[in-house]
Every structure is written in C-alpha cells, then in structure tokens.
C-alpha cells in the first residue's frame, strides 16, 4: 500500500485553523480582558434581562434583584473607567432602570433590606445620570405594547415592515401550533441562501410538550414565559456535507442565515416565536442530543420557542446601536 501524507497534512491544517481561531478569541473576547465594548456587552446582557422581566406575560414585582445590582456596579465601573456613555448601549440600560423603578412607583417596598438596598442604589444612581435620562436622543428601553392585529398587517407587509414589526415574542397563548403550519415556514424559509447550496441545516421540530419543557429546562434561558411554549424548533447543521476544513464555521453561518429567514417565515404565518442561544458546555450539548435523539452528526445552532400570540402583549425594546457604530465603508 501506498504511504500518504495526505490525512496528516489535513488534521494538521485543521488543528492550525483552530489555533488560529482560538487565538483571535483570546486576543479579542471580553472573557479575557475589559475593553469599553466588552463591557457595553456585558451591560447590555444584564439591562436586556431585565427589559425581559418588563415584558413578561405576568411581571413578576422586585425580580431580578441580584442581577440589577451586578448591572449597577458594572456601569459605575464603566463610568469610572473613563469609557464613553454617550452610546445607545449605556443610555438604553439608563432608561430600562429607571422603567424598572417607574414599575414599583406605587408599590410599598416589602420589609427586605436586600430590596430597600437595591431602591436606593437605583435611585443615587439614576440621580447621577439624570442627564442621560432626559438628554437621550430619541432613545429607547424598557418594554414596548404590541397589538396582534397590527403586528399581523405588518408582518405580511413590505419588507421594511416586516423588519420593523419583527419582536422577539416571550408571550404565548394556550394553542398548539399547526404542524401544517410549521411545515409552511419551514418550507418558506428553505428559499434563504447557502454556501455551495448546498443547505446544511436540519430542524427538529418537537411537539410532545413533556419533550419541550425538558428541553427548555436544560436550556435553562425561558424562565417567565415557557409555559406556553407548545412548538420548539432546534436548528442544526449537517456536519456531514460540509466539504474542506477551512469549512470549520461555515456550518454555523448557514443555520444561523436559515434561523433567520425561519423567524420571518413564522412571523409572514402568524407565529410569534424567540430564538434561543445555544452557547453551552459539551455536557449540556449531549443532554439535549440525548433528549431529542439528534443525529450526531446534526451540530446544534439554535432553538426556537414558538407559539401563537395573544391580541395585546409586551416586547422588550431592545434598542439598536446607531448604523455608524456598525458600517464602516472603505
Ligand atoms: C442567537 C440568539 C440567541 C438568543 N437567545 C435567547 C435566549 O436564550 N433567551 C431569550 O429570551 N432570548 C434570546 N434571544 C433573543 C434576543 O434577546 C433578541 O433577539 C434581542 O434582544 C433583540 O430583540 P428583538 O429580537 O425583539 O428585536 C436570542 C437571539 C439570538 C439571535
């Protein structure tokens, strides 16, 4: 037989562009250092947290304590760093504290001293930023009502419609959702782009609600609005048909360019529905594999919680960063 140095050369080539990978993600991601982006990360997690508790089907009085807290310190850190507040990031969590504190305005504070506490930290803290508040430029945080008669005309309207209407929804009635339907938008959304064409991604669609909820709990990302969800899709790429390995991530690209046009596709068939990350360890990865007997093969991106929306509801605001903070033109 013919020796090849063949196989060697590709997992070579291979452990170097997970090196080279690897090696970026350390010089850049905010695990490792504070940089003002990282923190503005960091901020936004922490802020979006409670912009969801504000649009939960039933808001939940003094939630998130322990988290606002953490937020608090984190922007006074910021702050004290010298880095910019003057940016969508930073003002939005301004106003999302002080919607949380406008929340409690005629509740009396239960007789907690970890609550007083908090009230008082928010409250020298939005002193402190009072100028934030009122010099905010048309920026916006907190929550935000949605009528299902309106979102559902613009849903079916021109694209820029569409966009504009689309909200992550955390807010579901009791209805099983149409497996016809589901097909339909996932049909729909067979039409998005991918490398080659060469349509990687698999989604599993799990009705049986005992399935959802487990899967949901290892997940462990839902808490205040999985009661009602009655559809779960998972999106996976096919490992399979990816080709060289310079292919590495290209896997994930595709799934997350189909999740997207899944979300419009629910959307055009009146669903609401809420992507869910899938950013866990190999443990929770092969709980979830095993749950739902995903194919090995079949790389898991996302999931997606939907169902059918009730006829006035919250979304959280979700503020975006302003168009020259993200395009550069060369
Ligand atoms: C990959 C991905 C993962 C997400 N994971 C979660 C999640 O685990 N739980 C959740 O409530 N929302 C999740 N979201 C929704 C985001 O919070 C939401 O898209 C963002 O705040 C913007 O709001 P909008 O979708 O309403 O415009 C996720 C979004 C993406 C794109």
Redesign the pocket.
Known sequence: MKFSMKPYRRYKESAKLWLYFFVRFTKHSNAFQKTEMGMLAGISTKF?IV??GLAMPKVRYFFGAENILKLIDEMLEYDSLGFNKLNTQYVSAVIVLSRYKDLHLDRPLPDDGKIKGLFEKIDSFLVRNTALLTGNDGVGGGSKQVFLKEYTEQSRGDFAAICHA?????NFIDKEVDSEVVKRAVKLAQRCPSTCNRQTPRIYHIKDKQLIDKALTI?N??RG?NENISCLLVVCGDLRATQGIKDLNQVYVDS?IF??NL?YSLQYNGLGA??????VSTKVDKKLRKLLSIKDAHNV???I?VGYMPDEFN??Y?E?LSVDDILTTR
């Open positions: 979006h912009e969801k689309r909200s992550t929804i955390r997940h990302g839902t609005f997350g999740a997207m979300l809420c992507i869910l990350h899938w950013a991106s996302c999931m919680g979304v959280a979700s975006r």
